[in-house]
């Protein structure tokens, strides 16, 4: 197990190299160029349409049920645990990279959501596929299917090994060990042996259970009924969540102004702060702020374009102003309230000896104004159900994938539906460290097609975006003179 653990890791540290970042925060920088500041010119459009669906769209579900099908994939531990291991690893700098990367990565979420629209198929039966496999072949070109076929293998990999069910699972079993069994007083059986050896409880057991009971009876029902559960259980969970995070920033508000300040010195200097105290650098910070924040807005991942091609809408441009939300939510809002909770309340200080949800839970317990009981149980529920939710939206991505590489077998795509069910079911008895190496490794080498799709697609990005904002603001010169008239 050691060895593996050795060479996961030399894996991860390979494809999130300083390459890596620099490609992903490069190309949302290129498109940020090519859309001129769209995310900064045209966030308040986007967070409208958000809400408005288009009457005469054509696809499987609303506008706001395919960015809630996106959102309960990214809406999940990477908000909670991602952010808390991000910083314990890189230090509070790592939490502005994850922003700067944010930043730039809803312009290419934008892009992901615009091409979906505009290279996706719908079939007789008003079937809806779409997503970086498609706007590969059909963009680029019928020579580029491989590595189409590249992206679809690797992100029913990540949808069955790493992001969708691995973590999320273990981060829900974590939770909830945390919260009623911390002692470990209730083991049931140990895997391993020495000091890596892992104690398993009936806490464990029962919540791995019930989270793989009720994703199958979701799973099973398919797109639709994964957008009727996202698009109740996303808003009400997220409003949750940041209600809380809000309650603890005001209750510690003077603290905010050194935390920024914190952030942003370990951001460049991190030993200016800690001395040699945390041993993060500069490297530290950039990759792991950039390397968890990906894994926690999935911008350059391409997986929410799959989500997206599923809208009823007729118009790229909208959806993918729809689509750049999510990044906006889910990293600029929720990770950057979580990171600011712990830089505050140091909960990531390595004499504490705390791990991935400990540090949050912590944070919540030092910073809310409740007994530490409530604290931890109010984090435990959010976790639970973010998690929960992007177990069901990266079912979804797999599934589309393995349509994808299948030609529509739906024999294959029953088959790894159950797989997936499987990989929840086993997930909580596999350790921390392995889930999230894993993970990292998929989301590095599905970025990958994906960004030099972007790249190459940009110039068509960039038309669609100009001629869109041209006829819009024709339609609305139009309108200002009829109401004039």
């Not at 600029?332 to 504490?352: F, R």
């Amino acid at each position: 197990m050691d060895q593996f653990m050795i060479f996961l890791t030399a894996l991860d540290n390979l494809v999130w190299g300083i390459p890596t970042c620099i490609l992903i925060i490069g190309c949302g920088i290129w498109l940020t160029l090519r859309v001129r500041f769209l995310q900064i010119r045209h966030l308040g459009k986007a967070l409208k349409y958000m809400m408005k669906n288009e009457a005469d769209g054509v696809g499987e579900v609303s506008s706001f049920g395919a960015l809630c099908t996106a959102l309960s994939a990214t809406i999940g531990t990477g908000n909670i645990v991602g952010v808390a291991t991000a910083i314990a690893a890189g230090g509070p700098g790592a939490l502005l990279w994850m922003e700067l990367a944010a930043f730039f990565g809803m312009a290419t979420k934008y892009s992901e959501g615009l091409l979906a629209l505009k290279y996706r198929t719908i079939d007789k039966d008003g079937h809806v596929l779409g997503g970086p496999f498609y706007y590969i072949e059909r963009g680029m070109g019928k020579h580029w299917k491989w590595l189409a076929a590249m992206f679809a293998g690797l992100g029913a990999g990540a949808g069955l090994l790493g992001i969708g069910t691995i973590t999320q699972i273990n981060g829900i079993t974590s939770a909830a060990q945390n919260f009623f069994d911390p002692a470990r007083e209730h083991v049931v059986f140990t895997i391993g042996e020495g000091a890596t050896s892992v104690p398993i409880t009936w806490t464990t057991i029962i919540a791995g259970l019930l989270v793989t009971l009720f994703a199958a009876l979701v799973i099973i029902g398919g797109i639709k009924r994964i957008a009727s559960v996202t698009q109740v259980v996303v808003p009400f969970m997220a409003i949750t969540y940041i209600s809380f995070a809000v309650i603890l920033l005001l209750c510690n508000f003077p603290a905010i102004p050194h935390a920024f300040a914190t952030v942003f010195t370990c951001a460049f200097a991190p030993q200016a702060v800690f001395g040699g105290m945390i041993g993060a650098t500069i490297k530290d910070a950039i990759q792991n702020g950039v390397a968890r924040g990906i894994f926690s807005n999935e911008a350059g991942l391409g997986s929410a374009a799959i989500a997206a091609a599923a809208a009823r809408t007729k118009e790229p441009v909208r959806q993918g102003l729809v689509t750049m939300t999510a990044t906006f939510i889910d990293t600029i809002v929720v990770c950057t309230m979580t990171g600011l909770a712990i830089v505050i309340t140091d909960a990531w200080l390595p004499q504490y000896g705390l791990k991935g949800v400990e540090i949050t839970t912590r944070a919540f317990q030092v910073g809310l104004p409740f007994p530490p009981q409530i604290s931890a149980f109010i984090l435990m529920i959010c976790l639970v159900f973010f998690a929960f939710t992007t177990i069901l939206g990266w079912n979804y991505y797999g599934e589309r994938c393995l349509e994808y590489l299948s030609h529509g077998n739906k024999t294959a795509v029953k088959c790894y539906r159950w797989l997936y069910i499987a990989a929840v079911f086993v997930g909580p008895y596999l350790t921390v460290s392995a889930v999230w190496t894993i993970a990292d490794i998929f989301n590095a080498l599905m970025a990958l097609p994906n960004i030099i799709a972007l790249l190459a697609l940009s110039g068509v990005v960039a038309k669609e975006t100009k001629q869109y904002f041209y006829k819009d603001a024709q339609r609305e010169l139009l309108r200002r003179r009829q109401n004039h008239q």
